[in-house]
């Protein structure tokens, strides 16, 4: 056994110092460093094997490290963090994920067939808690005489960001807006009071819809900028869940739907941002709702688990493997009129915010589970 220790180690030698050999001599080439340097966007350089030997200063930044030396030959998902190698502990090229891996697929694409390979996808960063949507450009190339893969990498959320949110809060605020009109006119015709209180009810729950939404994009950009300033209070659990589910069971998409509470659900208190914790908790419950059938029911709980505060909900519908990938991806929604933001705030708020994690499972057999664990004292 020490022997096929010794061999494997051995053999990982040779591979690692070939690689930085390559990366050495790539390096050393002025013109080569100096051009991919002048980017502001990220170019990385790969072995046909997916090992990675040049990495320019851009993305070195982003990285927040001095030098390549650290991460020569790891691949794309160690290098870029992708969940299922930096939580899961899968092997990048190796899991069962990475069949539909849109970077995992194009780089195949390039190296099968020899040629330039463009495409446009979600990226999550798990190390930086952040998503982008990326215009990559992947291109074969011979360097001495070893077959190499370029990787251009170029943030395009901004541009899809100001495409997908401007046409999304347009349509919401169009939608809205005629809804309460058609409402105020159809009370001029209503001589009943009780009647009219009805759709006076109504109207401004949906007003009530759309302000929620527009304090919820103000907010998201606050927290990305870090400028959020926590504010702590003491909350009753289940109390606390009770009334954010009050005010949702009026909302367009609960219609027909309906929370069951866990038998086991315990009262207990948590001190934390009651701010942030009910975006995180609209998000969760919001999502459960977008994705089950008027009639159906939506089981939630939460508990007192090691100093902890566990809240979980679950329905019937499973979330397709394809997009289980990208579910903590910014903007990645396979919803018409979705934002696309939900899941992403979640993970974004417990983790930096309230020193919590997220998790979730989902299959055809058992629906969707999604969770948040955090301290019930917030240090």
């Not at 979980?312 to 579910?327: D, F, G, M, S």
Request: proline fraction near 3%; include cysteine.
């Amino acid at each position: 056994m020490d022997q096929v220790r010794n061999y494997v180690s051995k053999e990982n030698s040779i591979i690692k110092n070939q690689l930085l050999y390559i990366s050495k001599r790539i390096y050393t080439q002025p013109y080569i460093k100096t051009l991919l340097n002048a980017s502001p966007e990220w170019i990385l350089i790969f072995t046909i094997e997916n090992e990675l030997v040049f990495a320019n200063d851009a993305f070195l930044n982003f990285l927040e490290i001095q030098d390549i030396t650290g991460i020569i030959g790891k691949k794309p998902g160690e290098v870029l963090y992708c969940s299922y190698v930096d939580e899961v502990g899968e092997i990048c090229g190796e899991g069962l994920k990475c069949t539909n891996c849109d970077l995992f697929q194009a780089m195949d694409e390039c190296r099968k067939h020899k040629k330039t390979h463009s495409s446009l996808m979600s990226m999550g960063i798990n190390k930086r808690h952040i998503s982008i949507f990326a215009d990559i450009r992947i291109s074969p190339f011979a360097f001495e005489d070893k077959e190499l893969m370029l990787v251009h990498i170029r943030d395009a959320s901004h541009k899809r960001k100001s495409e997908n949110l401007e046409k999304i809060i347009l349509e919401k605020a169009s939608g809205s807006i005629v809804t309460v009109k058609g409402y105020l006119d159809f009370l001029k015709e209503i001589p009943d009071r009780k009647s009219m209180d009805q759709y006076i009810a109504t109207a401004n729950h949906i007003s009530n819809e759309l302000k929620e939404e527009l304090e919820f994009l103000k907010a998201l950009e606050i927290l990305e900028r870090d400028d959020y300033v926590m504010k702590k209070a003491n909350l009753e659990s289940v109390q606390f869940i009770y009334n954010l589910l009050k005010n949702i069971e009026h909302s367009s998409y609960a219609e027909g739907k309906r929370f069951i509470m866990d038998v086991g659900s315990e009262e207990f208190n948590i001190t934390t941002d009651p701010f942030l914790l009910k975006i995180v908790l609209n998000a969760m419950f919001k999502n459960a709702m977008e994705a089950t059938e008027p009639g159906d029911s939506i089981k939630l709980g939460v508990a007192s688990e090691d100093k902890d505060a566990f809240i979980w909900v679950a329905n019937k519908a499973p979330i397709p493997e394809t997009a289980q990938l990208h579910i903590f991806e910014k903007y990645y929604t396979t919803k018409k009129g979705a934002m696309g933001i939900g899941a992403y705030i979640m993970k974004l708020i417990t983790e930096e915010y309230l020193s919590g994690n997220v998790y979730f499972e989902s299959s055809m057999e058992k629906g969707t589970f999604f969770s948040i664990r955090i301290p019930q004292i917030k240090e």
